[in-house]
T-cell receptor
């Protein structure tokens, strides 16, 4: 079983739609959580951190459920420019482990 | 605008040849990572350095891959001999960790390797 699992998609949604992605992680020692965004043939970039109480950044909302070991990302009012792959990332805060990336969920927003 | 710089951007080589990829992390960052990305496997960690010391290279095939940081401004990833299954995009990333750590990694644009 992979440490971080995501539905690969693609999620095809019309502009203006609300879309949500989930991600599950297997290591209960994971302490830090993030969503990265990767455009086609580009490098990943940090989208947002995920805090225990949930957090929002404009149209994006991230939630963490430690009991069930999953993280979610909600995108409201989808734009064409949101089309990308969204990578779920977890980190153990023991120092020796690097960030572990999920394989990503591809989103295609259509006009 | 500080950025991670990787060379070469593209490399096509024949099986059996040596390949060296280079990375200049962002000045002041104390952690450097090498990731490999393929369609099938996604992003896989190959090696991880903190303050130039290797912390984790368990994801790296030791018989043919080697990663080093000869100084704070240069990280290298070498494959010798290369094989077709090594074809992938190799990303270098750097970050600054302290105390509880930070999750933001800054990635280079990647080195796209094709081994024929």
């Amino acid at each position: 079983r992979k440490e971080v699992e995501q539905d690969p998609g693609p999620f095809n949604v019309p502009e203006g739609a609300t879309v949500a992605f989930n991600c599950t992680y297997s290591n209960s020692a994971s302490q830090s959580f993030f969503w990265y965004r990767q455009d086609c043939r580009k490098e990943p970039k940090l989208l947002m951190s995920v805090y225990s109480s949930g957090n929002e950044d404009g149209r994006f909302t991230a939630q963490l459920n430690r009991a069930s070991q999953y993280i979610s990302l909600l995108i409201r009012d989808s734009k064409l420019s949101d089309s990308a792959t969204y990578l779920c990332v977890v980190k153990e805060d023991t120092g020796r482990r690097a960030l572990t990336f999920g394989s990503g969920t591809r989103l295609q927003v259509q006009p | 605008d500080a950025r991670v710089t990787q060379t070469p951007r593209h490399k096509v080589t024949e099986m059996g040849q040596e390949v060296t990829m280079r990375c200049q992390p962002i000045l002041g960052h104390n952690t450097v990572f090498w990731y490999r990305q393929t369609m099938m496997q996604g992003l896989e960690l190959l090696a991880y350095f903190r303050n130039r010391a290797p912390l984790d290279d368990s994801g790296m095939p030791k018989d043919r891959f080697s990663a080093e940081m000869p100084d704070a401004t240069l990280a290298t990833l070498k494959i010798q001999p290369s094989e077709p299954r090594d074809s992938a995009v190799y990303f270098c990333a750097s970050g600054q960790t302290s105390g509880t750590g930070t999750g933001e990694l800054f990635f280079g644009e990647g080195s796209r390797l094709t081994v024929l």
